[in-house]
């Protein structure tokens, strides 16, 4: 028997009003992201890969269709969004966005503060967590003494802290340099292997659709290729 | 603790405005507590000194007193007032009991007369009453002290003007009896008196308790000052000496020093009006200062806020953190109006500055300011609730926010 998709979109639609004017954003996606995935949402600027990124984050709310998540429909229900996104849902984002205020460690270890996990549970979380990224000897940092691929170290540990059951990372490396940004996608390569912690990309960054197990190509909001890997 | 934590935190990201917010607080409650603390001290100062200058702590009068009318000066007045004086000293609070008469009538120079209204008094007594919280004038006593079983007489300072009278002059006292007479006696004056009420100067006079009997012919008083240890214990003491009178069948009514105090009422019913408008005010300020704090830091970190709700923050954690913010802007706010204010309380109380006569007084009284526990706790409770209020109002914009929205936010 076919496992359940971690989440499955069916014929989802976005449009947003500006003013009188309705643009639609995205328009009869289906889409069925599977345990252990490692997808890209590609296409090009405009596209509507952020859009989607955001609506399988339930950040946002889709005008039309459905999403299941673990088989479930996840409906308008605010308060079950906000239960999956703090159970489930790691969230990485290209402008890393760490709280200024936490260091290193209370960054990393805020989604388990918000899972109610604490105590010596919490300290082993976050160090493991520090640990898959290399940021051991920088808990105590703040983010502003951090470089930019140290605060994306960080934002992935904040995001895997929890083992959530999938990791949407809005164009991770889109604001670091190329080397950088192939350690950042090494780093996910590689929880994606061992951890088998599923990842949803949006992206146009060739060197990520390269390492994709699954890539999803938009084209004006719609899907223009739904490509899995052999 | 996280929450509050963050709240304390995010508080000094911007130390520039976070100190403006905190300055206009700590000056305004400062001030506020100032104020207050200042007519504590005239609420305090005029107690004490209504309390040991006229009506003690409890007055005793004959029970028909406030039941009737008198016809007669005295009608209802106290029969056994040595013998009851004497039993109320087997109270341990009981410090001083003593006698007065009021009585009104003519006094005369010879050449003039005007009316007068006077106290007959126990002058030891009043002495020893005006110096047992400060001392209140007591030496206005002292020259009928000196005369004691004399036929004399103290008037008041613009009364003594009015008649032209000075020490060693005789001025005819005129009054009806308890039987209704008329009755006259003739008193040498031996001082004159300031009381700080202009008015009541130009037609007080103060006579010896004997002196008065014999004028009005009689052994009764129109009442006894009882006054005790500490002020505090007055109500303790009027329900045990109302037991104890009707036990003994004396026919009393014990009447407190506020239900006797108009003056004292009115001035403290006039300050506390004045307080609690400046306080109003003054709250307003906080609120606005810390609305000001929050909405700007709402606006700052909207996209953190995003980041917060997509990591998984509840909305209502999120508004609990702003609140956290205020109720901590408030606080801090509070400690430091506090300190301000015991900082200028203790200059102001050291430096004997003295302020010029209230309207109708002919005396000054000194700035001073009394500090007490119980209003810096209302008051930083008060600073506290108006600020935590004032942030939960912007912060309740995050409910109605979208996190793409928020996420979005430049």
Redesign the interface.
């Known amino acids: 028997m076919k496992p359940t998709p971690l989440i499955r979109m069916q014929q989802v639609g976005k449009q947003y009003h500006l003013g009188k004017t309705v643009v639609t954003a995205l328009s009869g996606i289906d889409i069925s992201i599977e345990h252990r995935d490692f997808m890209v949402i590609a296409g090009t600027s405009g596209s509507g890969k952020t859009t989607l990124l955001n609506l399988l984050g339930l950040i946002d709310s889709p005008t039309s269709g459905t999403i299941f998540f673990n088989g479930e429909s996840v409906g308008d229900d605010r308060h079950k969004q906000t239960r999956i996104r703090r159970d489930s849902i790691g969230y990485i984002f290209q402008t890393f966005n760490l709280v200024p205020v936490m260091n290193v460690y209370e960054n990393v270890a805020y989604p388990l503060i918000l899972k109610g996990v604490a105590g010596s549970a919490r300290r082993e979380l976050v160090e493991r967590a520090l640990s898959q990224v290399g940021l051991s000897d920088r808990r105590k940092h703040k983010p502003r003494e951090l470089s930019g691929g140290q605060r994306q170290r960080v934002a992935i540990a904040r995001a895997i802290v929890k083992d959530p059951g999938i990791v949407l990372a809005d164009e991770p490396t889109a604001n670091l340099d190329s080397s950088t940004g192939g350690e950042i996608l090494d780093l996910m390569t590689l929880l994606n292997e061992e951890l088998g912690t599923t990842f949803v990309f949006s992206s146009h960054d060739p060197m990520i659709i390269a390492k994709a197990k699954t890539t999803v190509r938009l084209h004006d909001g719609r899907i223009e290729q739904y490509e899995v890997a052999a | 603790m996280?929450f509050l934590l963050?709240g304390f935190?995010?508080l000094f990201?911007q130390k520039r405005r976070t100190a403006t917010a905190l300055m206009v607080i700590t000056f305004g409650i400062g001030c506020l507590l100032l104020t207050m603390g200042h007519t504590a001290f005239i609420d305090w100062g005029l107690r004490e000194q209504t309390i040991h200058s006229e009506t003690g702590h409890l007055q005793l009068f004959n029970d028909r007193f406030f039941q009737k009318e008198e016809e007669t000066i005295l009608e209802f007045g106290i029969d056994d007032a040595e013998e009851i004086a004497a039993s109320l000293q087997q109270f341990l609070e009981v410090q001083l009991v003593q006698s007065r008469i009021s009585l009104m009538g003519l006094i005369s120079n010879g050449d003039k007369s005007v009316a007068f209204i006077g106290d007959a008094i126990e002058p030891e007594k009043e002495r020893q009453l005006r110096t047992m919280f400060a001392d209140n004038g007591s030496a206005r006593f002292d020259s009928l002290i000196v005369h004691r079983g004399e036929e004399v007489i103290s008037l008041g300072a613009a009364l003594a003007r009015s008649l032209n009278v000075q020490y060693g002059d005789w001025v005819t006292l005129m009054t009806s009896t308890v039987d209704g007479a008329l009755n006259a006696v003739d008193l040498r004056v031996v001082d004159t008196f300031r009381d700080g009420t202009v008015e009541y100067e130009k037609r007080a006079v103060n006579i010896p308790l004997p002196v008065a009997r014999r004028l009005l012919m009689t052994d009764r008083v129109g009442k006894l000052i009882v006054t005790l240890d500490k002020t505090e214990h007055t109500l303790v003491l009027r329900d045990r000496i109302i037991t104890w009178a009707a036990e003994n069948g004396y026919g009393l009514t014990v009447k407190t020093w506020k239900e006797q105090a108009a003056y004292y009422r009115q001035v403290v019913q006039f300050f506390r009006q004045i307080t609690g408008f400046i306080s109003l005010i003054l709250l307003i300020i906080v609120f606005f200062a810390s609305v000001n704090t929050i909405v700007m830091a709402l606006v700052e970190r909207t996209?953190?806020i995003?980041?917060?709700?997509?990591?998984?923050?509840?909305?209502a954690?999120t508004v609990m953190m702003f609140w956290c913010e205020g109720l901590l802007l408030g606080l801090i706010g509070s400690v430091l109006a506090t300190l301000f204010a015991l900082a200028v309380s203790a200059l102001v109380n050291g430096a004997d500055i003295m302020l010029p006569p209230a309207p109708g007084s002919s005396s000054g009284y000194p700035l001073s300011i009394r500090n007490e526990f119980a209003v810096f706790v209302r008051v930083a409770a008060a600073t506290v609730v108006a600020s935590g209020f004032s942030s939960l109002l912007p912060a309740l914009r995050v409910t109605r926010m979208?996190?793409?929205d928020a996420?979005g936010h430049i």
């Open positions: 996280t963050m935190r995010n990201r996209r953190e995003g980041t917060l709700l997509s990591v998984g923050t509840s909305r954690q979208k996190i793409v996420l």
